[in-house]
């Protein structure tokens, strides 16, 4: 991949992520038991750029989304939660992909990158309202980011897999990747 195709393809993933997020903003919580929790729907995005772009590159698509869509329709409290969110999945995310398809697969990243922005918002959260209790609610918001985690993370692989382009690059990704002793 050039250099112009790497950034039109990161600008591509970034607008995508904003437009979702977008949206999603725009839709009622889905769930009626945990109030203010959403389907994260932009995970997909972000497990799409952590397969198929240099870790570098994943995280400015990340960046990029959390900075326009704070400022299309965002404040600064929702900044600050979304910040430490994705700053903590995204972290999360690169670190459990390390452990290899072997041992852990797309979706299970995914699903570690959903409970993780929930920590990072909640951490946010009990720092705003100087208390800890806040944390209490981490349990319920675990249990719909493990949820939502495998769903965001079976959609990611599905357009992985099956959208042509994408096939392309998360195959040039895993070469680069791979130690020259287990190219046959």
């Known amino acids: 991949m050039t250099n112009n195709q790497r950034l039109v393809y990161i600008a591509l993933l970034a ?15 889905p ?9 994260g729907l932009a995970n997909i995005i972000t497990c799409m750029a952590l397969y198929t772009l240099p870790v570098k590159d994943a995280s400015k698509v990340v960046m990029i989304r959390i900075i326009l869509a704070t400022l299309l329709g965002g404040t600064i409290s929702s900044f600050m939660y979304s910040a430490a969110g994705a700053a903590l999945s995204f972290i999360g995310m690169c670190s459990v992909k390390k452990l290899g398809p072997s041992r852990i697969s797309l979706i299970g990243v995914s699903v570690a990158g959903a409970i993780l922005h929930n920590i990072g918002q909640l951490t946010i959260a009990s720092w705003v309202a100087q208390t800890w209790t806040v944390l209490l ?12 985690g495998i769903a965001m993370g079976m959609v990611a692989n599905y357009l992985l ?5 994408l096939h392309y690059y998360r195959s ?11 190219v046959s």
Not at 161 to 165: A, G, I, M, R
Not at 177 to 182: E, G, I, R, V
């Open 15 to 29: 607008a995508q992520a904003v437009i979702i997020s977008l949206i999603e903003r725009a839709i009622p919580s």
């Open 31 to 39: 769930f009626a038991i945990a109030p203010g929790a959403k389907l």
């Open 137 to 148: 609610y981490l349990p319920v918001l675990s249990f719909f980011g493990i949820l939502s």
């Open 161 to 165: 897999n099956h959208v042509e382009q």
């Open 172 to 182: 040039l990704q895993e070469m680069k990747y791979t130690p020259l002793n287990q």
